[in-house]
């Protein structure tokens, strides 16, 4: 899939992220290199092989679990202690809705 | 030119586990701001969820009862957005390997005659896509044109997505399907299915298409449905305005609307967030799901019988209509409370009069749930069998039913208290009546002159007489044979 910088920018605005117009040049030069990687990759046979979510993952690899138990959570201070703004026990962001 | 709808049904099911599915912190509802939270549901680097068991088992629960074909292995999926309810910047979700998938449900479903009521039911088969596990998102608090509050208590609260086939045709079946999910989503026990409170909350997609085609029209998103009336309502609406957008030569726009109770509409919705673009990709952070043939095995064995499978069996085992099996399998409290009382004294008819009217009337007016009431089944059967023997009136078994709601005491015991027993006694009814008569001479009189209506001031004195006890038939036969033979 060839790649420009439209869709360099589309993801950058999916991410909230913005660029000059160099930077975006040099970004789809690296897209393109991965993308490049990833066609090599293609040409590997997986006839046969399952496919793996995970680098780990083998046939009795299986996510741990925990009993539903509740144990105390944060005091509201702490939680709220990295928030840019706070007020009223709550995290404060920008208006939402217009 | 004829259309026929098409919808498709999206639920998001909150489960009732005690902690959250990533962390071990409190699911409670209506806890100050921010005091459930923890560094994994507040997404700060360097945490790692772990897996809340009981969440899986809930879920599995739920594709088992809709019929799914469950994955020996599925796969959490993060899904991508910025939005502030979403600390992580990504939800923890499900994509290529759901828990469930291929499901169907066979439920009644209403077929509607043209005054709107429902005039008979027909099997309808409904497909499920799929059942998956998900975490749930904060709550932001909107403030006019002024920063917004943030609360992340309900931040990883395990949920359920169950997204349906588009197979409904009106939204009388959307309708029917829903509240058959949400029917046995009670009865699994794994959701409280309340919608106002947001733990059962449903989207709606949308579309119409000429009678007898099988492509599929251009759809819309509906949301905001958060209750039965507005799910009705809103694809009502819908429906027609697609239909008249259609005829009117338009096209049916892909968007997102919004229900609007209050305008009886629906709006488009404009939100920055409408780039669809997810950019899911396996969850590293957590290995697949494993779902062993025991679990499975162990899970299904736990399933109660469920709402649609009781009200078909309540419909030929009690000879009930359709409304009212469904009436009383709404939960599984309601439906057991009567085959309790029925197993009591097999007169299914008249209880379920008693448990619809004065129970639920009384229920409703204290804020309780059947499981809370104090009188129990069997004495509701026991006061039906009271007045079929003719113990009691059906006035005094008013009464009786306040006694018995208050006190939870047995009836025999509050008609011995209470002096309540009704006077069937002949010859006790007879003493009464000879005398009420003979106090009245000339009112006999005038009854026999033709006042016929005077039948009732006799009928009144007698239950002054006896404090409402006597036996209203046997005393207005007395009544009436004394009357018409002359002295």
Sequence with gaps: ?98 | MEFEAVIGLEVHAQLLTQSKIFCACSTGFGAPPNSNTCPVCLGLPGSLPVLNREAVAMAVKAGLALGCQINRNSIFARKNYFYPDLPKGYQISQYDLPLGQDGQIEILTGVRQEAGHVGEYQPRTFGITRVHLEEDAGKLIHQQGRDSYVDLNRTGVPLIEIVSEPDFRSSQEAYDYLNNLRRTLLYLEICDGNMEEGSFRCDANVSIRPLGSSELGTKTEIKNLNSFRFLQRALEYEIERQKEVIGGDGQVEQETRLWDEEGQKTLVMRSKEEAHDYRYFPEPDLLPVVVSEEWIEELKAQIPELPEERRQRFVKEYALTHEEALLLTQTRQFAEYFETAVRTYNQPKAILNWMMGDLMGHLKQDHREIHECLIRPEHLANLVRLIDEGEISGKMAKQLFEKLYETGDDPETIISQENLQQISDEDQLTRIVDRVLEANPEKVEAYRAGKAGLLGFFMGQVMKETRGQANPEMVSQMLEGKLRSSP
């Design chain 1, 1 to 98: 899939m060839p790649i420009g910088t439209r869709e360099v920018e589309k993801i950058a605005d999916l991410a909230h992220l913005k660029f000059d117009p160099q930077e975006l040049e040099r970004f789809v030069g690296h897209f393109q290199q991965i993308l490049e990687y990833f066609a090599q990759l293609e040409a590997v046979s997986t006839e046969n092989v399952e496919s793996a979510h995970q680098a780990v993952e083998g046939k009795k690899r299986a996510t741990p679990t925990r009993e539903d138990e509740v144990r105390p959570s944060l005091p509201v201070a702490t939680a709220l202690d990295n928030a840019p703004e706070s007020s009223e026990d709550h995290f404060q962001v920008p208006p939402v809705i217009e």
